[in-house]
């Protein structure tokens, strides 16, 4: 079954940077997009980035030019590197995937939606 990890949140000063990392772990799936969604408190959960299998990549705009996501295919991992972090960007990191994993013995593949944990990211001012 497919998995997510994150890691790599903290506390960082405005102005900092910090690289955040996704692990996908599991057996025969294949990720169809990645996203990064951010949710701080009180708030409601924002799509922050997202990768597209072929390498395409979307950013909202409160982060445009400062978030860069990247995937690494032959490690399964994704990354989210946060340059210029500001104190609006303090929130918990999530990673989630679109994904397509076996389904019944012998059948066709589904679909399926992964979450992981979440990482917090601090940033003081």
């Known amino acids: 079954q497919l998995r997510l990890v994150e890691s790599g949140g903290g506390v960082v000063q405005a102005g900092g940077s910090l690289r955040l990392s996704c692990a996908a772990t599991?057996?025969?799936?294949?990720?169809?997009?990645l996203n990064w969604t951010r949710q701080a408190p009180g708030k409601q959960r924002e799509l922050v980035a997202a990768?597209?299998?072929?390498?395409?990549?979307n950013y909202a705009d409160s982060v445009k030019g400062r978030f860069t996501i990247s995937r690494d295919y032959a490690k399964n991992m994704d990354y989210l590197q946060m340059n210029s972090l500001k104190p609006e960007d303090t929130a918990v990191y999530y990673c989630?995937?679109?994904?397509?994993?076996?389904?019944?013995?012998?059948?066709?593949?589904?679909?399926?939606?992964?979450w992981g944990q979440g990482t917090l990211v601090t940033v003081s001012s």
């Open positions: 990768i597209i299998d072929g390498g395409s990549t």
């Open positions: 599991g057996s025969a799936f294949s990720i169809r997009a």
């Open positions: 989630n995937a679109d994904a397509l994993v076996p389904g019944t013995p012998g059948g066709p593949y589904r679909s399926l939606e992964v």
